[in-house]
């Protein structure tokens, strides 16, 4: 795979997944109902936010929203002379396991950027990257039969599976008393990520993740298109300023004549136009699904409309989404959705292969009516979180402490690129001033083994491709000001096991697939709600009610 490609498969499952809570399922109703945080209970666990004075300075500082949120920093080049930031070695001769999810092919045993890394940490860390695939099966194995590596990677959208919560206190160690407040401070690196990330990794008012690629501009996606193909034609995306303009524009771009049709799936990334909730809304005071808003039918019926336009490719009404990117790159649909992890040099790269004018763009969060102001829900600070072994004595977490503070260095410094990059000249050369891998590197040296473990914070860095950087902050600061954060943002919670099949709607969810593909009507979405709401959602609002908004509020 390429480096990046884990972030592209990473943020798709995160933006889709952070349309709810990070939920935990309870392996049984008679255990802990909520694990939920109180207010005072998180503010005590959170570590101190102390930005690093030695990070390297970016080249478009991020722009601030509201709600906290934030872009990333942006970087055009890759510095000549990485800073240090951590003094000696952070280790003390300790040996330890870690797993970590592997989406590609794993790297050799014991080879030489292992032996790097663990010379520079101290620490002998015996990397076992396991399936990424069938990660949120092998992990259950593993605590069932209570045998944890010393250190863990638990993506938050696999909560559920993983009973992350039931595991916290019992298989996973307390961080709290280590990092919380002013405690934080011994590890400079892990004092600079973001408040908000730390929040996913609290369960019942105790620490207990350690956030990886955190960031403050949780926007789950966006809505791409072509934009090298609609420059061409005099449109822009300030043009676009509601749902009737986008299915305008699809009548206006497809020619199934010539092979070119507008749409790609978009339902995921457009429905916040409607302004549909993140799952939930409060009003006056009560809960309410997103299945039981008119906003949502709203938009639910007119991606029906979209569907049976003809502006939509054919394939992708039959659901296929293994081809999407060729159909974009190719020009068969020029706008589609998707997670913000496709927006890179990598992409550039490979849609000017198909291409040579390919150039990716993004439309700006709109209001479905064209005349509210848009809304865009934060999605998580942080969606991978890594864990220590509550086994491990004091001494040997303070120790793997320092090894995350090590690998949370800051974007573009030496530890960072070491990380990252491996050793220059074994693992990777300078070509133009940027780390480029060597064919060792491109073998041994891995972004889900030791960044899966702690990373520093997001950055858009695409040495080579400044336009990339430019377009991706760009359109970042300007849709930063839409963002909020939805009701239990960054709650996690343990839900009865019993309530699952309630949460994930399997039949509500299969029967607006088929209507957003023009397979059905919406009438029968509205019979498929009818259904749950009369049984498992009404079962689900009041566990909610009772458990979580009544007992720890909304988290806002």
Known sequence: ????????????????????????????????????????????????????????????????????????????????????????????????????????????VGNSFYQAMSKALGVEL?????????????????????????????????????????????????????????????????????????QNGIWGDKLYGIPCFSTGFGMPGAVFYRRDVLDARGITADQVRSADDLMRLGKEL???????????????????????????????????????????LEAVDWHYRLATSGSMHPDALAGDVANGSTRFYSGKVLITGGGLGAWNLSDHQSGVAADPHYRRGAFHAIAADGK??????????ASMISYLNARLKPAQIEELLAVANYLAAPYGTAEYTLVNFGVEGVHHTRVK????????????????????????????????????????????????????KPPFWGMNLSMPQSLAAAEAAAGVNDTLKDCYHGKKKVSDVQAAIAGWRSGPGERLKRWMTDNVLDKYGSGQ
């Open 1 to 108: 795979m390429k480096r990046r490609s884990f972030l592209t498969t990473a943020v798709t499952v995160a933006g889709a997944a952070a349309m709810a809570p990070l939920l935990s399922a309870c392996g049984g109703d008679s255990g802990r109902k909520a694990g939920a945080n109180t207010r005072e209970g998180l503010k005590a666990a959170l570590p101190a936010h102390v930005p690093n004075a030695d990070a390297v300075k970016p080249d478009i500082a991020p722009v601030h929203g509201g709600a906290g949120a934030a872009t990333d920093p942006a970087y055009f080049s890759y510095p000549a002379a990485p800073p240090v930031t951590v003094s000696g070695v952070p280790g003390k001769g300790g040996s330890y396991t870690a797993v970590t999810p592997m989406w590609g092919t794993a790297p050799p």
């Open 126 to 198: 015996t990397m076992k990257p396991a399936d990424g695939i069938n990660y949120n099966t092998i992990v259950p194995t593993m605590t069932a039969a209570k045998k944890l590596p010393d250190w863990i990677q638990l993506p938050s959208w696999w909560n559920a599976n993983f009973n992350t919560g039931g595991l916290a206190g019992t298989q996973l160690a307390d961080l709290t008393p280590y990092l919380s407040g002013d405690n934080v401070k011994k590890y400079p690196n892990l004092a600079a990520l973001p408040t908000g990330a730390w």
């Open 254 to 296: 497809t020619d199934a004549k010539r092979g070119v049709w507008a749409f790609d799936d978009v339902w995921v990334y457009l429905q916040s136009a409607w302004n549909v909730p993140m799952k939930w809304r409060i009003d006056d005071g009560k809960l309410v699904h997103m299945f039981e808003t008119q906003e949502f």
């Open 372 to 381: 509210s102001t848009p809304v865009a829900y934060m999605g998580a600070g």
């Open 433 to 484: 001033g940027v780390p480029t891998f060597t064919e060792e590197g491109k073998k041994d040296v891995q972004a889900t083994t030791y960044p899966f473990l702690a990373a520093t914070s997001s950055v858009i860095s695409n040495p080579g491709g400044e336009q990339v950087t430019k377009d991706y902050a760009g359109w970042s600061a300007a849709n930063v000001r839409y963002l909020t």
